[in-house]
């Protein structure tokens, strides 16, 4: 459906007014639609709740020339009674001006709202008209050696998928754009939204990942990070609170060819607001995880944006190979270790008395009989241990005999019975 722009006068308006929803408490929705605004003098489309008592509220606006293609956005509100959705689209001051939409469908939704790329995403849309080039879906390995995963983050194997910005020298400073789903506050309450999801940025080529606060007049950058990032997933968090009706823009910036980065598992939910801390400028907040960056960041309404990053709690490919490596070499060592010690260890084996009152040797093939021990004698059983290696028939026998005081230790000549080793 579309209004024709020949047919109408500068900021002219045709309006849609759909069905009356029920609602009998507090519920969460989600509108999904396409739309075309192609034409240098396009004016704007705008999205309205109307109450049953006829308030109007402005959930969504698209204003002026977005290419020449379908766009796809999602719109994600609450509503506590009954309403109605109004599209309304605005003649600009030419002809060149016709606006159309397309695929409009509302559904009930809950938070968490979650999106894996294992199955159909809907939480972001690519919009090729504010970038240079698209991000690519991808199993196991990137296509360039030394960069991007090896796996997804989701299953951390090769069957599972993820996005990525295949990365080439030409492509110094393009950009490839997500964009998530547009938050709308109906009665100015603040609308409390936390964001998180999992990058991959390794290699040489790294360029930017970036995070931006976007409304219809303005983009804020609230996350960012450049260069390799380590050869493992990472996890970001950020928290917004605001009266605007605003979405998130991911941003890759390519840098060389061996600088693909990586996002999966993304999430949208909510939080309670009092846990924001409304200071101003970028100051250190206190957080309650192990994170590598906290901060908090003015957005352009003056309200406040929380963004945290920390290791990934997930074990990647990389990170179990490595634990494998390491237990091999500890048990290589070990091995070594036990070796290194039974060649050194003491000598030991029993023995007994014979009716000469002698020490015999039992199974030891260790003791030589040139070699001089120690020879401790209790009730008639004797155990023994070697001194030293330097050959010797006798050692010194003690003056305390050794039938006679059998608890005592005594130094005795130790014969070697050979047949019993």
Request: a negative charge; hydrophobic letters at 35%.
């Amino acid at each position: 459906m579309y209004i024709e722009a020949s047919d109408a006068k500068t900021a002219q308006k045709a309006r849609l007014i759909s069905p009356s929803f029920p609602v009998s408490s507090l519920q969460l929705y989600i509108l999904r639609f396409f739309y075309h605004m192609n034409g240098v003098t396009t004016g704007d489309l705008n999205i309205y709740i109307r109450y049953s008592e006829g308030r109007d509220g402005l959930l969504w606006t698209e204003i002026g020339h977005q290419g020449d293609m379908w766009n796809p956005s999602s719109l994600i509100f609450y509503a506590d009674e009954d309403f109605q959705l109004i599209l309304e689209a605005i003649r600009g001051y030419r002809q060149k001006s016709d606006i159309a939409i397309d695929d409009v469908f509302l559904s009930k939704t809950e938070y968490p709202l979650t999106c894996d790329l294992e199955s159909y995403c809907s939480l972001l849309h690519q919009r090729t008209n504010t970038d240079d080039f698209n991000w690519k879906i991808n199993t196991g390995s990137t296509a360039t050696l030394l960069t991007g995963p090896n796996n997804d983050h989701t299953y951390l194997n090769t069957t599972g998928h993820y996005y990525y910005l295949a990365a080439s020298a030409r492509d110094d400073g393009l950009t490839a754009r997500w964009f998530s789903p547009h938050f709308a506050d109906i009665n100015n309450d603040g609308i409390a939204v936390n964001f998180t999801f999992y990058y991959h940025m390794y290699g040489s080529g790294i360029g930017r990942l970036n995070v931006y606060f976007s409304t219809v007049d303005t983009e804020e950058l609230v996350w960012t990070r450049e260069g390799s990032q380590g050869n493992g997933w990472r996890y970001a968090e950020i928290n917004t609170f605001t009266t605007q009706t605003h979405q998130f823009v991911i941003e890759g910036v390519a840098n060389d060819f061996r600088g693909d980065i990586a996002i999966d598992d993304f999430c949208l939910d909510e939080y309670v607001p009092q846990e924001m801390t409304t200071n101003s400028g970028n100051e250190e907040m206190d957080t309650t995880v192990d994170t590598t960056f906290s901060q908090t960041k003015t957005v352009p309404s003056g309200e406040f944006v929380k963004v945290e990053d920390k290791l990934s709690p997930g074990i990647s490919a990389v990170t179990i190979g490595g634990i494998i490596i390491g237990a091999v070499v500890l048990i290589v060592i070990a091995i070594a270790l036990g070796v290194f010690l039974y060649k050194r260890r003491s000598k030991t084996s029993s023995a007994y008395l014979n009716e000469d009152r002698q020490v015999i040797v039992e199974g030891s093939t260790q003791v030589g009989p040139q070699q001089p021990v120690n020879i401790n004698v209790y009730d008639n059983v004797a155990k023994f241990q070697s001194d030293s290696e330097q050959p010797s028939t006798t050692v010194t026998k003690s003056t305390t005999d050794v039938n006679e005081n059998a608890g005592n230790d005594s130094h005795v000549t130790v014969l070697r019975d050979d047949s019993k080793a």
